[in-house]
């Protein structure tokens, strides 16, 4: 079955966003298992052309089908509509040339869209990602080869660490307790990714986030330990859809500077700002591809 939107997929899927990991990619096609109303599916999506090839398995029609895959690769975005903005803007004509196709990777589970995000902070695509199927393969309810994401009740009875795990089990040597985050390779943001599965199993219902402005809903993401404002943007742009977010980090601060300040050096939150005002509702994709552009067009070695 092929969706008629255009998309580059491998681009999308490879290129970093802390929604969820990359799916699992054979040849051409990427696979996951995803819940839809709580039943598991496992779609198998692939290029078509400039258009979107996909089959699945579970329990659910078709249509639902296409609405979850519709949802989770944004096709109902008009990046024609965008990509006219964009070469009306001297900074930003090129853009849609390095990174044609490329669309937001939107999370169908916004609780490990947190937890990705929290491990993504200071933190490699590679290892990050790595981290998160970690979690899955350890505490995740398995589907043929896949896993899903573990639920935000579960996940806060998860051992820290292994000497946690150790003083817990009762194990007999401490070598062996690798049941546990930090074995997971999240270091110091274990702690973080539990008191944030505690703040939503018994403080805050995160199905409101989608429901509030985008204001409060920021200033909500930032009451969750381990989360400052390029986290809290990230969460509400890939978690949510939050499409006026701009996150914000050392890498697009240059990139910003570089196109629009004459390389002058300005504050990580003063760029944010600019950006939210400047780009308006179009905000957290000219983020995506300002950062892509810079590193597909060299710019991004010019400014280390």
């Known amino acids: 079955m092929i969706i008629e939107s255009p998309i580059n997929l491998e681009l999308t899927q490879l290129s970093g966003q802390t929604s969820q990991p990359p799916w699992k990619q054979l040849d051409n096609s990427f696979s996951e298992v995803v819940l839809v109303d709580d039943k598991p599916v496992i779609f198998n999506v692939e290029q078509s052309d400039n258009y979107l090839n996909f089959s699945f398995k579970g329990d659910i029609s078709k249509k639902e089908a296409i609405s979850k895959l519709k949802y989770i690769y944004d096709l109902d975005f008009d990046l024609n509509k ?36 929290i491990c993504s902070a200071n933190n ?90 985008y204001d409060e809903a920021f200033e909500t993401m930032l009451n969750v330990p381990g989360v400052g404002p390029k986290v809290a943007d990230c969460i509400l742009l890939y978690g949510f859809n939050f499409k006026e977010a701009f996150p914000s980090d050392v890498w697009i601060k240059r990139i910003v500077s570089y196109l629009y300040f004459d390389g002058k050096d300005i504050s990580v939150s003063k ?34």
């Open 124 to 213: 490699s695509i590679k290892r990050w990602t790595k981290s998160i199927n970690d979690i899955k393969s350890k505490w995740g309810n398995k589907y043929g080869e896949f896993y899903t994401f573990p639920d935000i009740q579960s996940f806060n009875t998860f051992f820290l660490d292994e000497n946690e795990e150790f003083e817990s089990t009762g194990a007999s040597d401490i070598s062996s307790c690798k049941n546990n985050l930090k074995a997971c390779g999240v270091g110091y943001r274990a702690p973080y990714m539990r008191k944030a599965s505690d703040l939503f199993t018994l403080e805050m219902d995160l199905s409101e986030i989608s429901k509030m402005k």
């Open 82 to 117: 965008f990509y006219k903005y964009l070469s009306n803007h001297d900074e930003l004509k090129e853009m849609s040339e390095f990174c044609s196709n490329l669309r937001l990777f939107l999370a169908p589970n916004p609780f490990e869209c947190i937890i990705s995000s």
């Open 271 to 304: 760029v944010r700002e600019f950006g939210m005002d400047e780009f308006g509702s179009f905000a957290g994709y000219v983020q995506l591809y300002l950062f892509h552009y810079a590193r597909m067009s060299g710019l991004m070695s010019k400014l280390k």
